[in-house]
Nanobody, 113 residues
């Protein structure tokens, strides 16, 4: 069955960096675009970034442009989200998704001093 397993979240100070990973299984990873979403307490889930099958094209929410980078390794069936210059408002549970149909369990990112 399809599985998406995120990792890499944690507590980080403002201005710090984190790299999230999402390992996929149960489907042909290289055939699908992938996305990262996040959901903060009391807010709706929002798209953070997405990437095409080959990684040739990416898209970012305005709030993270220039700070976050999405990339993928099809050989490792993994999509990454590298986050720089983190802000308290980036605090959320981060989810990877395939087509908004399949979701991981989420990984908590907390930005606080």
């Amino acid at each position: 069955q399809v599985q998406l397993v995120e990792s890499g979240g944690g507590l980080v100070q403002p201005g710090g960096s984190l790299r999230l990973s999402c390992v996929a299984s149960g489907f042909t990873f290289s055939n699908y675009a992938m996305s990262w979403y996040r959901q903060a307490p009391g807010k709706e889930r929002e798209l953070v970034a997405d990437i095409t099958r080959t990684g040739g094209s990416t898209n970012y929410a305005d709030s993270v442009k220039g700070r976050f980078t999405i990339f993928r390794d099809n050989g490792k069936k993994t999509v990454y989200l590298h986050m720089n210059s983190l802000k308290p408002e980036d605090t959320a549970v981060y989810y990877c998704s395939c087509g908004r149909r399949y979701w991981g369990q989420g990984t908590q990112v907390t930005v606080s001093s």
